[in-house]
């Protein structure tokens, strides 16, 4: 970004006292508060609908969250002389949620809860079906992961030398794999809730009803402040199973504290005490942190990237998972 941006903020209302580089953008010192000026490649359909929901979480449900900031036009969009398109957006200065506090930690998920709480309490609407807003069925996202996991299995096993990665690989394939087709059937066969949402793109199946996620919700997307918790970046958010949120927040955690068992009943009962969860929502999660993500990530990224080198690390990550295996399936055994 060249000096481009201070034409792009002078079509805003107020005045910025200071700009200094962020989190790959311009954080802004306004007349109002801290700003956030970002380029944007996305569609003006896919941001008015986080400007409407975003709207909604703050006003209703009192939810701090990132909302966007219309120029002197009332657009969303404001283009620069080159044309490069950026938004403006309201911003916080808290820092991200520390994984290594636990208190921190257990705050974090019953905020998540009240975020998933005030979800719920807006109505979906029909203008905002897209495609970046009604992504596919778990079950099926976690076949086609499934597959690529078995096309990497496949090339490894035609090898005649094998490095230790793929040694590591080979190894422990049956059992993961084993694991990633009981959870996407798992998944595939859970009943509808009541009350629920049907998905618009998933017509004639049997799902759980949807609201709206996050989609996009790790420990740096919850900001620390004196006073209460922020959520940033909306850009994946969209119509689906909440518990996908709640997953991929504790995942990173369990992952951090070795699958601690007691760390993770205790963010259950956080998130439950705002927003019960059912008996469904349970065997939703609990699929989830069955089926063997952080083993297809590293398949996955070694199928499709230079197989003649595998860093160290990614060696060292497979390892790690051996060791804490049988600490995560006594994890899964509290789930249900």
Known sequence: MNDSYLEVLEQYDGEFAGVRRGRGAWICEWSDGVKVLKEYRGTLKRLEFEEQVLGQLRENGGIQVDQYVRNREGELLTAAPDGTKYILKDWFLNRECSLKDSWEVLTAVSRIAGLHKAFRQIPWQEEWAMGSSLPPKL???????????KRA???IRGKRKKNEFELCVIKHFDDYYEQALAAQSGLAQLAPQQPGLAHPGHAGHSQQPYFLCHGDLDQHHVLIGDQDMAFIEF???HLGQQMTDLYRFMRKVMEKYGW???LGASMMESYDRVLPISGEDR???YCLFLYPEKYWK???YYFNANKAWVPDKNVEKLKSME????ARKRFLAEIC
């Open 298 to 300: 590293q398949l996955n």
């Open 323 to 326: 060791e804490q295996e049988a």
């Open 139 to 149: 079950d099926e996202e976690m076949q086609r992961h499934s597959r690529e996991m």
């Open 260 to 262: 601690n068992e007691r």
């Open 153 to 155: 299995r496949n090339f």
């Open 235 to 237: 850009n994946q958010m």
């Open 283 to 285: 065997k939703t999660l």
